[in-house]
């Protein structure tokens, strides 16, 4: 029966392993999937959003150079200009009015040769140079005709945007006009579960843009290959520390790590509600640039959780595999007790009495030939536990059992019947094998070493060996081998009688 045990177990942990594999597979396939979809997903989304946003903000820039020009062209703004005398704010009352419906206003005007004609009471630092010049732009208009930059208003706290337009007279440049246009478009890009961080490039220093209004930010990179640019002594202010640098105190400071999970590149991010995000730089100009983020916590947490699942059911699988190789082996356990003599672990009398009969009756069926039955008896055994004492008679009881079980093929059926008396039930023996195996048992029993230190002259045992008639009860075959066994005893013991 420990064969047959093994059996189960070994089919239940197969099975086990069988349905671990196949779950396992498909859902490493789904999570395969998943995850292939979750990454497309995200970076579509991110690549759209980030040409939306690009895309809006050179639409912006474009009208904001379109409002320009066209009034750079009023005859009125240009004949202000060419009289080259300070432009008092109520002659720009107009132009301020029409300005306004889109947050802007006239922040300066000068001559051609840069003569200041005409500047707003407030005044701008550039982050990138800290001064209060407005140089960079006038440079840059002079050969380009429009410029534009970002520029940090120190009694807002908000960023502003600069631009700069050449006034023409007849083909000849005669000056230049700088509008104020205050950033609000950038709020109504940002989209659900999206963050919008305007920064310079050359200081990593700017703006996150929500809904509500902006707050100051100063961005650290850990590598990665966000805000790359070069910057030259010149745009250090020749290396020394930027003079009005501290009226730009950040609100906080973002650290941006690149890091990577299920093949999904992203950005840890410290200092920020947000832990997790996709993020796209999409450049504005030279010195800025808008960063598009876009949180994933929640899907990296998804696909955790979908390994998490998947390992929580090929746990449940193993446990129900444990519980069951537990209950089988409770099982087999029960059986051995209950079919299992305890001293000499041989079969015993229930045993006998279960699976005996189903041994008939596939002789009856002609299924087994020659079904032999052997009753042995150990000699004078009541005296070996007078004398020596019933631990000895234990020890050899167990002794010829072991030795009958040794004796005996994996086919035999073994059993201690009660007391000093074996039984072994045999297949396909004729009575003359049958006899020649009794005596071969007699005879090692007689020869039995391991027990001389507690019975110095051993033990011997009688036999009655018979093999059973067609259609014979199992009684009437019991009867006769015992009857046989006695007549073994009576014609002096340690001897086989057969019939």
């Not at 208009?141 to 700069?164: H, K, M, V």
């Not at 290396?239 to 906080?252: H, I, T």
Request: aromatic share 8%; charged share 20%.
């Amino acid at each position: 029966m420990k064969v047959y045990k093994r059996t189960w177990l070994w089919l239940l942990w197969t099975l086990g392993l069988l349905a671990v594999l196949f779950h396992g597979y498909s859902e490493y396939t789904e999570f395969t999937e998943s995850k292939a979809q979750s990454t497309l997903d995200l970076s579509r989304n991110l690549h759209n959003f980030s040409e939306l946003t690009e895309h809006k903000s050179r639409e912006v820039i474009k009208r904001i150079e379109l409002s320009s020009r066209l009034l750079a062209q009023q005859p009125e703004m240009i004949a202000l200009i060419t009289d080259e005398r300070a432009i008092a704010p109520e002659q720009l009352a107009p132009y301020q009015t029409l300005l306004s419906t889109t947050h802007s206003q006239v922040s300066m005007i000068t001559s051609i040769e840069g003569q200041i004609l005409y500047r707003a009471a407030k005044n701008f630092s550039l982050i990138q140079n800290g001064s209060l010049s407005h140089r960079p732009l006038f440079h840059r208009t002079n050969r380009e005709g429009f410029a534009w930059d970002i520029y940090y208003d120190i009694a807002s706290e908000q960023p502003s945007l600069l631009t700069s337009i050449l006034v023409t007279d007849k083909g000849n440049a005669v000056g230049q006009i700088v509008i104020e246009h205050k950033i609000t478009w950038f709020p109504l890009l940002k989209i659900k579960n999206s963050d919008l961080l305007l920064v310079n490039k050359h200081y990593h220093a700017g703006f996150h843009f929500t809904h509500n209004g902006s707050e100051k930010i100063k961005v650290e990179i850990n590598k990665g290959l966000l805000l790359q640019h070069k910057r030259t002594n010149a745009q250090l202010n020749n290396g020394q520390p930027l003079k009005n640098l501290e009226a730009f105190q950040a609100d906080q400071t973002l650290r941006l790590t690149p890091t990577e999970e299920f093949n999904i590149p992203y950005y840890e991010i410290s200092g920020f509600p947000s832990r997790k995000a996709l993020i796209s730089e999409a450049p504005l100009s030279d010195r800025w640039s808008l960063l598009i983020m876009i949180p994933i916590d929640q899907d990296i947490d998804k696909l955790y959780s979908e390994i998490s699942e998947t390992l929580t059911n090929i746990l449940l699988i193993l446990t129900v595999c444990a519980v069951l190789h537990k209950f089988i082996s409770f099982h087999f356990k029960i059986r051995e007790l209950t079919f299992t003599d305890e001293l000499t672990g041989l079969h015993n009398r229930q045993h006998y009495n279960l699976f005996v009969p189903t041994l008939i009756k596939l002789h009856d069926r002609e299924k087994i030939s020659n079904l032999g039955l052997l009753v042995i008896d150990i000699d004078h055994f009541k005296s070996v536990n007078d004398t020596y004492g019933h631990p000895v008679g234990d020890k050899v009881l167990k002794a010829v059992a072991q030795l009958l079980a040794d004796s005996c093929r994996e086919s035999d059926l073994v059993y201690r019947f009660g007391g000093e008396e074996f039984l072994i039930l045999t297949q396909g023996d004729t009575l003359e094998q049958l006899t020649a195996f009794a005596n071969r048992l007699r005879e090692l029993t007689a020869d039995l070493d391991a027990i001389r230190s507690d019975v110095p002259n051993g033990v011997t045992v009688s036999i009655g060996a018979s093999l059973r008639a067609p259609n014979e009860p199992l009684t009437e075959l019991f009867k006769r081998s015992d009857q046989l066994l006695y007549q073994a005893k009576n014609n002096g013991r340690n001897r086989v009688e057969s019939a």
